[in-house]
């Protein structure tokens, strides 16, 4: 794309970061060597009451250092937003680490005046075997984009830019609005993503526009964050029902998963009140189809890619797992008053 003759616009970062001690360093570091004009590029951490040095370290830097009392990310973010003065405004997590073309890939995405949102790939930081499962899983634990695109309409379930790596034009959020701040647990952000293309901007999706993130590295704390990403869907539910397309997209999964675990059950209870071989037969074929299903998938990538064949049987049910903790966290944000 060809830089416009006015030059760079000025752009601000913000990060939205509470207890980040252990990273926030290696971002920070990152951020300093991105190549973009200094006098056209702020920095602006956003702490939500951090209790270890997260603040110390931060204060090293040459960044805006703010508090924002309330928990969520986007009650962060919108302070970010309000003390902000970029014409776009990204947003990364802590826990990332940038490439020095960052910004001006960013930048690149907002030549065409009707692009008021950008967002790209998020892959992993670390080479360990959970990090390689996350960016090759058949759902990605970030946003991965094949090809770039230009879109009106948002494309659920992934069709969004991750919380970790988007850019939004100034003009747009003042159009659409701030995010939401009764969004929390997870798709915090999809929401004023959707408001924005509603408000007649395009969304640019741009796999150029990486971020590196430092996957989960326990699968105690993979689940866990698959389930508080279930909340998050759930308090999507709760708190705008069935006005966005994700949320439409969401009430069909989460119908299904009820509709199978439904299934599942009168089969078992069945199985065991008749004792019927062929109710036992149907019962353990409806149990190995998906598991079956996504071997199929991973043996398939795996030999494209010249992956471990390890991959195949281990790999789907990481899969299972982490789709159950996702619907548990869901329902249990919809039974919460």
Same mark, same amino acid.
């Given at each position: 794309m060809q830089e416009k003759s006015r030059g760079y616009p000025r752009i601000s970062v913000v990060i939205p970061v509470k207890n980040g001690e252990s990273h926030i360093q290696e971002l920070l570091d990152s951020l300093m060597q991105v190549d973009y004009? %200094? =006098? %056209?590029?702020?920095?602006?951490? &956003? =702490?939500?009451?951090? @209790? =270890?040095k997260t603040r110390e370290i931060a204060s090293k830097y040459p960044v805006k250092l703010f508090t924002e009392e309330q928990p969520g990310l986007n009650g962060a973010r919108n302070t970010g937003l309000r003390h902000s003065n970029g014409e776009i405004i990204a947003f990364t997590d802590f826990d990332c680490v940038i490439p020095k073309n960052w910004v001006?890939?960013?930048?690149?995405? #907002?030549?065409?005046a009707n692009v008021g949102c950008v967002g790209g790939n998020v892959l992993g930081y670390y080479e360990d075997f959970l990090s390689r499962y996350a960016d090759e899983s058949f759902m990605p634990a970030m946003r991965i984009f094949k090809k770039r695109e230009e879109? =009106?309409? &948002?494309?659920?379930? !992934?069709?969004?830019?991750?919380?970790?790596?988007?850019? #939004? /034009? *100034?003009?747009?959020?003042e159009k659409a609005g701030t995010f939401n701040e009764g969004m929390k647990y997870g798709f915090d952000e999809d929401e004023l993503v959707e408001r924005i293309c509603r408000a007649g901007y395009k969304m640019a999706l741009d796999p150029e526009v990486l971020v590196m993130h430092k996957h989960r590295a326990t699968m105690q704390s993979l689940l866990k964050q698959n389930?508080?990403?279930? *909340?998050?869907?759930?308090? &999507?539910?709760? %708190?705008?029902?069935? /006005?966005? @397309? #994700?949320? %439409?997209w969401a009430v069909l999964c989460l119908a299904g998963f009820m509709f199978w675990s439904a299934l599942m059950l009168t089969l078992i209870v069945y199985t065991l009140l008749a004792f019927s071989l062929v109710s036992l037969a149907v019962l353990i074929f409806m149990l !190995? !189809?998906?598991?079956?299903?996504?071997?199929?998938?991973?043996?398939?990538?795996?030999?494209?890619?010249?992956?471990?064949?390890?991959t195949i049987l281990v790999y789907p049910f990481i899969d299972i797992a982490r789709m159950t903790a996702f619907m548990f966290g869901t329902i249990y944000q919809l039974l919460r008053s």
């Open positions: 004009e %200094k =006098d %056209k590029l702020e920095i602006i951490v &956003v =702490d939500g009451n951090s @209790t =270890d001006k890939k960013i930048v690149e995405n #907002f030549q065409n879109l =009106d309409f &948002v494309k659920p379930p !992934l069709g969004y830019p991750a919380g970790c790596n988007m850019a #939004f /034009k *100034r003009e747009a959020i389930f508080s990403y279930g *909340r998050g869907l759930g308090n &999507v539910l709760k %708190k705008i029902g069935l /006005k966005s @397309t #994700f949320s %439409k !190995l !189809l998906p598991p079956a299903g996504l071997m199929i998938f991973y043996a398939y990538q795996t030999m494209k890619r010249h992956g471990k064949y390890y």
